[in-house]
């Protein structure tokens, strides 16, 4: 499986998935320390900063999956609840915009619970039919971290949404 990942941070979805045998092609990050950290410890591996200047970059790798966790300030019930009026918030039609002209076969994006009540839930509705529009059919669930070995609650939403059908996003989870 190869994949392109957006908002990398220092990069988790790599470190879960390196046991599959999936790679890397490219990463999306603009922060200064996680960028070092990607450089390190990936140091074949371009990452093309400002996922907003997609179409900007080399067009050189065919990906199977976009991944990525846009920041969650927008969505978190700790924050100031813009959803998709915050520039971060609208990361996640970015991210809808990069699936439709990269057109994987599998997308995964992560995010908090709070993106489900954004806007009493418009914000939510607005991703998924974005989704739906250009082709892929989704599935969602919050997942614990503290069910999967990790000594911390961290509650997250996952969507997988797979290119042309429901019930294959939907097996996944």
């Known amino acids: 499986m190869r994949y392109g990942s ?62 990525g966790g846009t920041p969650c300030q927008s969505f978190s019930v700790a924050g100031l609840r813009a959803g998709l009026d915050d520039p971060r918030g609208n990361l996640a039609l970015t991210f809808i915009a990069m699936a439709e002209r990269l057109q994987p076969k599998w997308i995964v994006l992560e995010n908090v619970p709070g993106v489900l009540s954004s806007n009493r839930g418009r914000d939510f509705g607005s991703f998924l039919s974005a989704l739906g529009n250009i082709g892929y059919g989704w599935a969602y669930r919050i997942l614990d971290s503290q069910y999967f070995g990790v000594p911390q609650r961290r509650r997250r939403v996952f969507v997988v949404g797979h290119l042309g059908d429901w019930r294959r996003a939907a097996s996944v989870l």
Do not use: R
């Not at 990069?11 to 999936?22: C, I, N, P, Q, S």
């Open 6 to 67: 957006v908002c990398s941070g220092i990069e988790a979805a790599t470190v879960a998935w390196h046991g599959l045998g999936w790679e890397p092609q490219w990463f999306s990050e603009i922060e200064q320390f996680p960028s070092a950290v990607l450089k390190h410890n990936y140091p074949d591996v371009p990452n093309h900063g400002d996922m907003t200047q997609y179409k900007d970059w080399p067009n050189d790798s065919t990906i199977d999956l976009l991944v």
